[in-house]
């Protein structure tokens, strides 16, 4: 499709577990772009990528998140040993650039810690 | 400190009526506004936004103004329908390390449109 498209769009997964999030941006977007969006929040941002390189991860809570984007594309977001705090819906956006147009969203993964 | 403020969680008005949402920031560098709306169980959608160089921004039924000077703006829908009705997020952007500019979010107002 022409959008950005994320899967799964839920995840259960048990405190501990390790959990990896896909995004496909739309196709020519270099900037790529996670947020965190709880309950009755805003999103928040976490981590931007220009084309393969992570310029800005200065949202990522702990080191138990890593993002990565390794050809310029596709990207996934980890997060290791899961806790309750990290339920959450996680949002993926891309956009021509990093400094012009508005950023387009994905669905979202709705990520529940049991 | 939330730095983009939506200080009303919901708002009921009238189909054809005029709906009017507000949003407040705190950071004066911020130099660019949008307007997302976002149905449940779908990500936000991209409505519209304006330059801080800018006051006024117009795109069909929606309008966005901007007050500088009160670190405010404000979207306009007119006439409101009832598929108007959503959660909408004002947001600022936000230059960031590597020179990206990150979006910082309000928390949203639930807008329900009444047929």
């Known amino acids: 499709g022409a959008g950005v498209s994320q899967s799964p769009r839920y995840k259960v997964a048990k405190r501990g577990q390790d959990v990896a999030l896909r995004c496909d941006p739309i196709s020519g977007h270099v900037s790529l772009f996670w947020y965190q969006q709880a309950l009755g929040q805003g999103p928040e941002f976490l981590t931007y990528?220009?084309?393969?390189?992570?310029?800005?991860k200065s949202g990522l809570p702990s080191d138990r998140f890593f993002a990565e984007r390794p050809e310029g594309s596709v990207s996934t977001l980890k997060i290791q040993r899961t806790q309750q705090e990290d339920s959450a819906v996680y949002l993926c956006?891309?956009?021509?650039?990093?400094?012009?147009?508005?950023?387009?969203f994905g669905d979202g993964t709705r990520l529940s810690i049991l | 400190d939330q730095q983009v403020k939506q200080n009303s969680p919901s708002l009921s008005v009238q189909e054809g009526r005029i709906s009017i949402l507000n949003c407040d920031y705190t950071n004066s560098m911020f130099d660019y506004f949008l307007w997302y709306k976002k149905y449940p169980a779908e990500g936000p959608t991209f409505l519209i936004s304006i330059s801080s160089i800018k006051d006024k921004n117009e795109d069909g039924r929606f309008t966005v103004f901007l007050n500088k000077s009160a670190k405010h703006l404000s979207l306009h829908i007119v006439p409101s329908q009832p598929g108007d009705s959503a959660v909408y997020f004002c947001?600022?952007?936000?230059?960031?390390?590597?020179?990206?500019?990150?979006?910082?979010f309000g928390k949203g107002t639930k807008l329900t449109v009444n047929p």
């Open positions: 947001a600022a952007k936000e230059e960031t390390q590597g020179g990206s500019e990150k979006l910082v």
């Open positions: 990528f220009q084309n393969e390189a992570q310029l800005d």
């Open positions: 956006a891309s956009s021509l650039s990093g400094t012009g147009g508005p950023q387009h």
